[in-house]
């Protein structure tokens, strides 16, 4: 049987082959900066082990350098006096860039309903997955990893345009974490080196 014409050419334009090429690239070598603060950070040791090994989807090379990290997993809660440190990795991260919240700490505060944990690390950096349990499992953190491949998958453009809005912090302000007033506690503290600024 003739084929006609356009039976046999692949038409298609460069744009979409160069997004899915470079999400293709993104979503099997993720490069995870790992923010253990807590009990979920054992998971997440777990996870990067033989037993589990998440180098079987390509996301075991964890780096403690941010511009070397392409996803932030925030694995355990996160304290209030913490927060200016989360969202200064997360900013010193080069774009594209990925969150996993791992854990119900992480997500939500957990069971620590209290001040001066964070209830919930979405109110200062965009979340992509989140990660229920306390601890999850180290076949949820893999799925959730799956999850984020296949939205990095759909949603990537090899421009970035999709963070095209990132010009600036997103969230609120970063938090200044120091006293506006000398804090006077009681005790001797004359060997003390750190001083906070007036
Ligand atoms: S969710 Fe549970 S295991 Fe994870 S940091 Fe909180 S208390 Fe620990």
New binding site residues.
């Given amino acids: 049987m003739a084929l006609g014409l356009d039976d046999n050419i692949l038409m298609t334009r460069l744009e979409p082959l160069a997004n899915w090429l470079a999400n293709w690239g993104r979503a099997n070598s993720l490069w995870p900066m790992p923010f253990a603060?807590?009990?979920?950070?054992?998971?997440l040791m777990a996870t990067g082990a033989s037993r589990y090994d998440i180098a079987r989807f390509g996301a075991e090379a964890m780096r403690f350098s941010p511009r070397q990290c392409d996803l932030m997993i925030v694995?355990?809660?996160v304290v209030m006096k913490m927060v200016p440190v989360m969202q200064r990795i997360w900013l010193q991260m080069t774009e594209p860039k990925w969150c996993i919240s791992?854990?119900?700490?992480?997500s939500s505060g957990?069971?620590?309903d209290t001040y001066v944990t964070v209830q919930g690390i979405d109110r200062f950096i965009p979340v992509d997955v989140y990660v229920p349990?306390?601890?999850?499992r180290p076949e949820q953190l893999i799925q959730s990893i799956l999850d984020l491949q296949v939205k990095i998958r759909q949603t990537g453009t090899v421009t970035g345009k999709e963070f095209a809005k990132r010009t600036k912090p997103e969230g609120p302000a970063l938090v200044d974490a120091r006293p506006t007033e000398l804090v006077v506690a009681p005790g001797d503290f004359s060997t003390a080196t750190r001083q906070w600024e007036k």
């Fill in positions: 603060t807590a009990c979920c950070g054992i998971e694995a355990g809660r791992m854990g119900a700490c992480a957990g069971v620590f349990g306390c601890p999850p």
